[in-house]
Every structure is written in structure tokens, then in C-alpha cells.
């Protein structure tokens, strides 16, 4: 079985098409979204959506990128809010090096708060780390934290891959390796043991090769899933299950649900 493991299926792009793409995505074998809330503004929507779709689980956090404008008190309600039904994360969590993002200072106070939540709650983290990899990762030494989870969009090199799966994270694999220029990210994950990654589209954001400018969707997953099994010499029916069975042990809560 597939599953997107971070698509924000609950954007208003979507709201349209939602019902008719997850058809779609179900005929193609996509069984499972994991949807991560970005803003404190958009739980809400989140929250009445996943009860809707038998199929999604939700994490709640406040994104680095869009904190202008966010509370730190905000944060004391994300405890409460990541102990409803069907939630398996923190996230997406982390810090954002891109221009235009918050000062770096404000990142770290939100990041390592949230680290604070997630560790009460026992509850792993969807990291979301971009030209950020070091920092993020003494933050979470920092923290001692110890509740594992996955590094977003993940493209470091294989010693800083190394050091997030020191910690128990997996690394979010998506529509990167199907760019023939992606060599460096091509490496890693040929490089990696089966236990170490899951399959993401980021929808309706990185879109895969030959469907540049176009919305992406979780249909993107078995493409990936592909791309995956030629990088790394295996079947598709390989990376499938193995990428299942990460999930499942990355977020505990999920395969609870399933029992």
C-alpha cells in the first residue's frame, strides 16, 4: 500500500477537486495522506476535514516559514489540539533559511517550544529543515528529544542523513529524485538502508519531473515510488511495503489505529 506521508490536502486549492482526487488516488493504490497543518489559522479546516476522510492523519504545528504574525501563546494550545482523534504528529515544525522567512532567533523559539509539546505528548515531529539541516539538529540535541519522526523534503548530504537517523527520524523522500539532475539526492538514497525513508509529494508544492508548473497532487506518489525503485535496484513492490512499514514505526499512533 502507498501512502503520501506529507501532502497539505487541506490547502483551498484543493477544494474543488478533493473528493474526485481522492478517487483517483485511491484507484491508483494511494491508500494513506499524512496532512500537516502549517498556521494556527488553519487547524480548524484541518480538524473538521480529517473526520471527514477515513484515509487521512493530521499533525498540527506552527510552519517556520509562516510565523509573521504568530503567538508564542498560540503554542500553548497545540497540546490540547495534537491529542484529538487521528493525530500521529508535531508538525511541520522547524526552521526556514529562505528569504523572507521570520528571524532566525523567533525560528528557534517556536521550533524548540513545539520539541517541548511533542516530548510531553511522547509524540514524534515532521521536521521541516530547509538550508537548515545543522541547526535543526542541535536543536533537537538541545532538546534531547528522543520521539524520532521524519525530516521533510530531505536534501543534505548522506553524513548529515546519517545524523537525523542517529536519532530515529527517517528521511521524506519525494518528487527530487525524478530529476536526472539530482544526483547528489540520487546517492543518498541508493546509499540508504530500507528502514531509513518514506515516500512525500508536498502537494500542491514540488512538483515531479514533466509536470512542472502544474499542481501537484498525492497521484504523484507511485511515480516516486518508481523513481525510487530504479535508483535503488528494486522492485516497486519492494519500496511499496518498505515504505509502509517505516511509516507505521515512525508514528506509533497510526499503527494503533489500524489494529
Known amino acids: ?3 503520501d506521508s506529507h501532502c497539505h490536502f487541506d490547502f ?3 477544494d474543488g477537486s478533493r473528493d474526485a482526487l481522492m478517487w483517483r488516488c485511491l484507484e491508483q493504490g494511494v491508500v494513506g495522506f ?18 471527514s476522510y477515513p484515509s487521512w492523519r493530521a499533525a498540527y504545528g506552527l510552519h517556520p516559514y509562516f510565523l509573521e504574525g504568530a503567538l508564542l501563546s498560540q503554542i500553548d494550545l497545540l497540546g490540547a489540539q495534537c491529542e484529538k482523534s487521528k493525530v500521529v504528529a508535531v508538525g511541520e515544525i522547524g526552521l526556514d533559511c529562505w528569504p523572507n522567512a521570520v528571524d532566525m532567533r523567533t525560528q528557534v523559539d517556536f521550533f524548540s517550544r513545539q520539541l517541548q509539546v511533542a516530548k510531553l505528548l511522547k509524540l514524534p515531529v515532521i521536521l521541516h529543515a530547509r538550508k537548515s539541516y545543522d541547526l535543526v539538529f542541535k536543536c533537537l540535541r538541545d532538546a534531547e528529544f528522543k ?23 527517517v528521511l521524506g523522500i519525494g518528487g527530487t529524485i525524478t530529476y536526472p539532475r539530482a544526483k547528489k539526492a540520487h546517492r543518498v538514497l541508493a546509499s540508504l538502508d530500507s528502514r531509513d525513508f518514506i515516500l512525500e509529494t508536498d502537494s500542491p508544492d514540488m ?12 497521484l504523484s506518489i ?11 535496484d528494486e522492485s516497486v513492490e519492494q519500496i511499496t511495503a518498505q515504505t509502509y512499514d517505516n511509516l507505521l514505526r515512525v508514528f506509533p499512533k497510526w499503527r494503533e489505529d489500524l489494529l
Do not use: C, Y
Open 12 to 14: 483551498d486549492v484543493f
Open 34 to 51: 499524512l496532512v500537516p497543518a502549517t498556521t494556527h489559522a488553519s487547524w480548524s479546516k484541518l480538524e473538521s476535514l480529517i473526520e
Open 1 to 3: 500500500m502507498l501512502i
Open 147 to 169: 520521539e524520532g519522526g521524519v525530516v521533510h523534503a530531505f536534501n543534505g548530504s548522506l553524513e548529515q542523513a546519517k545524523r537525523f537517523l542517529g536519532l530515529g527520524f
Open 222 to 232: 507511485p511515480l516516486i515510488a518508481q523513481s525510487a525503485a530504479i535508483i535503488r
Open 207 to 218: 512538483p515531479i519531473q514533466g509536470f512542472q508548473g502544474q499542481t501537484n497532487t498525492p
